[in-house]
């Protein structure tokens, strides 16, 4: 075997592990992952959203609940002022009345008002009981969703550590010079090498016209001849 031979045996495990690399980059277990991570994001603010209405909810329902104990109390304390002899005036006790009046009344607004909310709570309420469940199962799937993508990617990386294992010991057949040409045609073409069939590289898939074809066969066997068509060390 030349050591164009054994060059190519070394391209062939670079394209082997540009496959596997860009399979690596690209797998689909990893826009599964994105994908279940976003939805837990999504979950996770729709639940946000949710809890804040409900939270303005209760709060205006509280409120209401507060100012018709506050009115409760006044009322019940009028009320009782009619009983300890503490009002005795015929126009003082019309007056009290009349304040127990305002007050139940004042007192009975702020309860329909209180119910009112607790009214409006009920569907949120389900609404967040909803959106807790989507939050559960969206981090259960990105849970999965991590765990099938580590290991879709220790698969491919015991595969490449494989391979490049395998081309390290082909690159020691392959003296430094022709590496360093190689590399440097690898960085701009990708395929760097390329064998020579009858007058068709197999790298560009041109026919070579006659006359340079007769160069390059003419050329001496350890010499490193490139496709005029494309540039690629052709094996011949």
Not at 51 to 76: F, G, N, P, Y
Not at 128 to 149: C, H, M, P, Q, Y
Not at 173 to 201: F, H, I, K, M
Not at 206 to 225: G, N
């Amino acid at each position: 075997m030349t050591i164009f031979e054994d060059l190519l045996v070394v391209q062939q495990f670079d394209t082997t592990l540009d496959q596997l690399r860009h399979r690596l980059a690209t797998l689909p277990e990893r826009a599964a992952r994105d994908a279940a991570h976003a939805r837990v994001e999504q979950a996770t603010a729709a639940l946000e959203e949710i809890s804040e209405r409900l939270r303005a909810i209760r709060a205006v329902q509280k409120e209401a609940e507060d100012h018709a104990a506050l009115l409760e109390d006044k009322a019940a304390a009028a009320n009782a002022s009619l009983y300890d002899g503490s009002v005795t005036a015929h126009k003082e006790l019309e007056a009290v009345q009349e304040e127990i009046s305002s007050l139940t009344s004042r007192q009975a607004h702020f309860e329909d008002e209180a119910l009112e909310q607790m009214e409006l709570a009920e569907p949120v309420e389900e609404e967040l009981a909803a959106a807790r469940a989507e939050l559960e199962a969206a981090i259960e799937a990105s849970a999965a969703a991590d765990t099938a993508l580590a290991e879709a990617i220790t698969v491919l990386e015991a595969e490449i550590a494989v391979v490049e294992t395998d081309r390290s010991s082909s690159v020691e057949a392959v003296p430094t010079e022709l590496l360093v040409t190689y590399d440097s045609l690898r960085a701009g073409l990708g395929v760097a090498v390329a064998r020579l069939a009858g007058a068709r590289c197999e790298g560009c898939h041109l026919e070579i016209p006659s006359a340079q074809l007769e160069a390059v066969r003419r050329a001496p066997a350890d010499e490193v001849v490139n496709c005029p068509e494309c540039g690629r060390i052709l094996v011949r």
